[in-house]
């Protein structure tokens, strides 16, 4: 049998993040497991390729929630990266921190050291700000000399042009720096790209790593279960080549980190013995370690989105379609541009759905394109447009739960989207707010009319319906492993990431965060596996940033 120090299941945002800075002691040995190929395919690294992986089985679990009242019976998509890189291999490249009460809101849970004065060291040390303006870098908040190079979009087009200038309009200021003092305002994305490539968590921290001779990366290697001897995790066992493979183990002198993401982490705890004992009992799972929260605690951001038809301009949808499509293809092979290097979303707005409430809780998206209804990753035939609204920090909570004993059959995954009124009262906010942006005087030269939902649609009964219709993911789930305090019931790890209750056992990814950031995950990801890094190698923690209230 194999023996390491540490063993690390996945090698998506947190476990490549883990691999590079563990293995950066040469004293030490750490072995990463991937279900997943390697990320050798090119969609992968073509920013646009998105719509490709985000439907590929072959590097995406293609993983689906349960029906629910407020998603009309509907299951909606959740797809999760299986390759190298996981979820930032197939997400919108997008790079977005939150705001600075989620953190703070971590540490007041009980979490000590997770404040946003002590994560901001972490976001900054992942990360290469390379902006357009560097005037428009607060060096208080911002990093230069990290792995993941943070660019700015470099796309201009008359739809972008005038949906910014009709929120400036309408009261909504631009905001040169959304990761910076303030996160509220209109701006077009940051992203995680260079020189027209995707840079993923594989890209930027495994791949350099991979050159050392302490670290090994075996793809095709699902784990089945955690071997536990007593109350401490001392190996995985895991099938190398899916269900019919061969069964292996892999043995941890150290430590067993889990950073299989928001689904894959609870169901392998799970199927291991580690989590609710009603639920492993009606599976006939032996209880090996009774943990409530395992599983529970699920959110999402769900969006609902309004589709106007374009005139007196080119959307994306025309670009994208016979000989203006060879075009672009050509352009993005000679010069990295183009289309091909965009991402899904290209604008971002953060706003309140109330004056009166003391936060920003509301974000929006814009892109000079549009999808066919019912058909992932297509866009329609007609020149279109989309904004897309959502509630940022939901309150209505869901679970993951092992559907079997079987670690290769699909979880249940059940978010329960808007099943919080208070939920469904910011998100009605959000869509009046999409609306009106939709119709503001400089968009009106290009505004043909409202495909969907429809402008006869007026009341707040037809925007909920309008929800439930074709309200979907963002892609955001987060919290199935929550790290809270001991006096809370559905805490799983403490705040140094560990079980509760197991040695040598810790879980690092997006199922940890005790609550929803404002934002897409993937940066709060990278930071908490920084931050994770120097806890299990024993260093202490970067210091803590001074900030102005």
Request: aromatic share 8%; proline share 6%; with cysteine.
């Amino acid at each position: 049998m194999d023996s390491f120090d540490y063993v690390i299941v996945g090698a998506g945002s947190a476990g490549s993040v883990l691999a590079n800075r563990l293995s950066e002691d040469p004293n030490v040995t750490v072995c990463v497991l991937e279900a997943g190929p390697s990320d050798w395919h090119p969609f992968i690294h073509i920013p646009a390729g998105f719509m490709y992986t985000l439907v590929n089985p072959r590097v995406n679990w293609l993983y689906t929630s349960e029906p629910s009242e407020w998603t009309g019976g509907r299951r909606i998509a959740a797809p999760r990266g299986k390759t190298l890189g996981g979820s930032s291999s197939i997400n919108g490249h997008i790079y977005n921190r939150g705001q600075r009460l989620d953190f703070d809101g971590w540490a007041q849970r009980g979490n000590r050291g997770w404040g946003y004065a002590d994560v901001l060291p972490y976001f900054r040390r992942t990360e290469q700000r390379i902006a357009d303006v560097p005037d428009a870098v607060d060096e208080t908040f911002r990093g230069h000399e990290g792995k993941l190079p943070i660019t700015d979009l470099d796309w201009r087009d008359p739809l972008c042009e005038a949906f910014i200038e009709g929120a400036v309009q309408m009261g909504i200021p631009r905001n040169r720096d959304y990761n910076g003092t303030m996160q509220a305002g209109v701006s077009y994305v940051q992203r995680v790209i260079r020189n027209g490539r995707r840079v993923s968590a594989a890209r930027a921290f495994l791949h350099p790593a991979m050159k050392r001779p302490n670290l090994t990366v075996r793809t095709h290697a699902q784990a089945t279960e955690i071997v536990l001897e007593g109350k401490r995790a001392t190996g995985v066992r895991y099938r190398k080549g899916g269900r019919n493979g061969t069964p292996l183990e892999v043995r941890a002198n150290k430590e067993v980190i889990l950073c299989g993401g928001t689904v894959n982490s609870p169901q392998l705890l799970q199927v291991s013995g580690i989590g609710p004992a009603p639920l492993l009992q009606s599976l006939g799972i032996a209880i090996k370690h009774a943990l409530p929260g395992v599983g529970e605690n699920l959110r999402d951001h769900y969006a609902p989105r309004f589709v106007a038809r374009v005139k007196n301009a080119m959307s994306i949808n025309e670009r994208s379609h016979g000989l203006r499509l060879v075009g672009e293809v050509l352009k993005y092979a000679v010069s990295r541009k183009g289309i091909l290097a965009l991402n899904p979303t290209l604008i971002y707005v953060f706003w309140k759905s109330d004056e009166r409430v003391d936060n920003y809780d509301l974000q929006l998206t814009f892109t000079p394109a549009s999808y066919k209804e019912g058909v992932q990753s297509t866009l329609d035939d007609f020149p279109g447009m989309t904004i897309a609204s959502w509630q940022q920090r939901p309150d209505s909570t869901g679970y993951v739960r092992a559907r079997s004993a079987d670690p290769f059959e699909a979880p249940i995954i059940q978010p329960n989207y808007l099943a919080a009124e208070s939920d469904r009262r910011v998100l009605l906010a959000g869509m009046k707010l999409a609306r009106r942006l939709l119709g503001s005087q400089p968009l009106s030269k290009y505004y043909d009319r409202e495909e969907f939902p429809g402008v006869e649609k007026q009341s707040d009964d037809d925007l909920l319906t309008a929800a439930k219709q074709r309200g979907t993911t963002t892609f955001h789930l987060m919290g199935s492993c929550r790290m809270a305090p001991d006096t809370d019931p559905t805490a799983v790890v403490d705040d140094e990431l560990r079980v509760r209750g197991l040695k040598g056992l810790r879980v690092v990814d997006a199922s940890i965060m005790p609550t929803m950031p404002s934002a897409n995950l993937n940066a709060s990801v990278l930071m908490i596996a920084e931050k994770a890094a120097d806890m299990i190698r024993g260093r202490p923690a970067l210091e803590a940033v001074a900030l102005k209230d």
